[in-house]
């Protein structure tokens, strides 16, 4: 869902519009309250034409321009508690001094429509897009705890990234160059699997002329047709479900289709059977390595599919890159982490075999293939000065590697 946040309150905007096709509106030179990060907070980067601020209590746009300014990846509006943004992977805590539930619920409200927040209200949970004329794009959690509502923000850029702006080596490119059967994007929350995600569409929207359709709750990265005709439809906005619209997508004429997330049964026998019936599809899990994804994904089934859903996994499934995010030494930016797994004939067999554990001697063996174990990506990280030995522990499958 996308909102359309004017300074003195929220109405809803077109589905499809990025921030930057909507003028900002005229406002006054500021007078009142800006929003003041610790002395010990990186210097924030210039932006040429940051919004104005009205006079007043702080508002959700003097704080989204200021996360933009700071280059912080998320926001928390905290009930009960200061501001606070995460910077370099570290939350920080603002001048603004303790908000109250009161205060947090008047920032929510010039986000959201008041249909949404009775929404909210009913629910007490709700995802959204929102989009600030004049500041950026932000996916945007609400959600209700003991002492209130709270709220992250996390930046959307206008644009999909490319895998060089993520710090991804050019190998990734190599996912690009499957035409049926199943990708997979993994790691915890945060990790920048999405933005991942995103660059790998983008690639294949300026290299094929085919049709995607993506199923997201809610849509982040909003693409620009080259090559490709892109549909993004939003679960619980254009459709009722992510099953839903992988049941309808079978029948759309499909060549990709990328699932924000695979979240359930019934959503990842439908990802399967898609990917067997020659159609590429790309999806996200919250797995932290490719064995444990392929675990992951064969678990979610009943005892007596497992024959079948192996032989399915097996056939259909193409790569698993697995990301995480570290700090990097510097202490003001963080650096990806991956393992990556491309499936050939002998890991086929260990999945169809019930043999899942030995898949990581067969990836030690594969880096001409391309492959990577994520302590080996971090060593490479830590080798070139990127990463402390210290970090590296704390994200090592093997920690005593760093010792």
Known sequence: ???YLAKQGGGAAAPQQAAAQVPAPSVPKPQGHAVNLPQNAPPPAPIQSAPARRSGP????????KAMEVKASDVHLHSGGPLLMRIGG???ETKTGQMSSEDIERLI?????????TTLRETLDFDAALVMPGVGRFRASFYKQQRGFDAVFR????????LAQLGLPAGLSKLADFHQGLVLLTGPAGSGKSSTLAAIVEMLNGSRKDHIITVEDPIEYVFTQKQCVVNQRQAGKHTKSFANALRAALREDPDIIVIGELRDLETIQLAITAAETGHLVLGTLHTNNAIRTINRVLD???PKQQSQIRAMVSESLRAIVSQRLIPHADGQRRVPALEVLYVKPSISNLIREEK???IRSVMQTGRADGMMLLDDSIAELVKTGQVTKEVARRFAEDPKRFA
């Open 1 to 3: 869902m996308q909102q």
């Open 109 to 117: 409200e010039e986000g959201l429509t008041p249909e949404e927040m």
């Open 90 to 92: 570290e939350l920080r």
């Open 155 to 162: 930046p959307i850029p206008k644009d999909p990234p490319t």
């Open 300 to 302: 979610v089934f009943p």
């Open 58 to 65: 702080v508002t959700l746009k003097d704080i989204l321009t």
């Open 356 to 358: 899942t554990f030995q």
